[in-house]
Each structure stands twice: as structure tokens, then as C-alpha cells.
């Protein structure tokens, strides 16, 4: 039996004959590449999977400032930077530390970078509520309001400002006080001026 070499004409400036024979050794090179890339990312993703669990455990001999420092340190590394997150938050519920319960859900409204961060900020008033303590209750009240500052939500960061001082006003604590009416006269301020700009607009 004759087997006849195959033909096929592409036309780019002038016609090119490419074999079939060719046209399916360059789908292997091709296929073989896909595999090849296949099979490094599993290789990688098991080696990172590996790290990621050889870093967590290591994460039960840090204190919480530590964890802070790691999780403040790793801006740059959002993957390592969540381990830390989940580090403290899990440290914190297994030693049923409230206060760092809340610290750990300020931390993930702050650094997590994802839409649940206002739900983590939800989260942190939560748990300050039950520690019937004005000045944990206003902090985080204040906290929220920061961040939704820095998101440019400027009427909701007021509204929790206000309730945040009025947690704040009922206790000693000088530094809270001086700070809820800072962040009040700032945004006060922003808003004034765009009230301004408005109605002369």
C-alpha cells in the first residue's frame, strides 16, 4: 500500500506547504507543552500547599503583637499575609480571647482587601457588644468609622463616629476621647466642604 504525502495550503504572502504529518507533530510539541505546564503548577501548588502548612503550624509559638508584626510585614504577600490573619483569628477563638477575637477582626477588616471586609466590621462591633465595656464598644465602634473612611463612604464613617462617641464620652479614657473628636471634626470638615461646593456649584 502507497501512502501519499498530504497537503495543505495556507495563504499569508505566498503559499506554504505544510505536511499533515507536520501540522500533528506540532499539535504534540503543543500538547506535550500544555502537560508539561500541567504538571509543574500541581508540583507547585503542592510544594506551596506544604510551605503554607509548615508556616501555620510555626504560628502557635508567636505571641499576638508577632502575628500583627507578620500580618502588617506581608502587604506584599497577600498569601502569606491571609496564613497570618487566619493564624491570630484561630489563636484568638481557641483560647476564647475576646478582645483578640475583635483585634482579629479588625485586623481582617483592615488587610484582607476583599468585599467581606465591611462584614468583618460588622463583625468586630458584634463581639465588642458583648464585652458590656464602653470603651472596647466605642473603639470599635471608631474603628468601623475609620474604615469606612478610607473607603470614601464619608456619611457612614460620621453616623459611626457619633455612635462611637457616645460610647467614648461616658468613659476616662483621654485618648479615645481626643481621637473620635478628631476623626469628627476631620470628616465633618470633608463634608462641610462638599456641602459648600455643592450649593455654590
Wanted: charged content about 20%; hydrophobic content about 40%; proline content about 0%.
Amino acid at each position: 500500500m502507497v501512502f501519499r504525502k498530504i497537503h495543505i495550503s495556507f495563504r499569508v504572502k505566498s503559499n506554504v506547504n505544510i505536511s499533515l504529518i507536520e501540522i500533528l507533530c506540532i499539535f504534540g510539541i503543543y500538547a506535550s507543552f500544555l502537560m508539561l505546564r500541567y504538571r509543574i503548577g500541581l508540583i507547585s501548588a503542592f510544594v506551596c500547599s506544604y510551605i503554607s502548612a509548615k508556616d501555620y503550624d510555626s504560628l502557635k509559638n508567636y505571641s499576638y503583637r508577632a502575628l500583627l508584626d507578620k500580618i502588617e510585614n506581608h502587604q506584599n504577600n497577600k498569601d502569606l499575609q491571609l496564613l497570618y490573619l487566619r493564624g491570630f483569628m484561630d489563636r484568638a477563638k481557641s483560647e476564647n480571647d475576646l478582645i483578640e477575637i475583635i483585634n482579629g477582626y479588625k485586623n481582617y477588616m483592615y488587610y484582607s482587601g476583599d468585599k467581606k471586609s465591611v462584614i468583618y466590621a460588622d463583625s468586630m462591633v458584634q463581639a465588642s457588644l458583648r464585652t458590656d465595656n464602653h470603651s472596647i464598644i466605642g473603639s470599635a465602634y471608631l474603628s468601623k468609622g475609620i474604615f469606612h473612611y478610607s473607603i470614601k463612604e464619608h456619611k457612614k464613617a460620621l453616623d459611626y463616629y457619633l455612635i462611637a462617641n457616645d460610647y467614648i464620652s461616658k468613659t476616662d479614657d483621654n485618648y479615645l476621647k481626643y481621637k473620635v473628636k478628631y476623626n469628627l471634626a476631620h470628616v465633618k470638615y470633608y463634608l462641610g466642604a462638599v456641602y459648600t461646593n455643592l450649593a455654590s456649584s
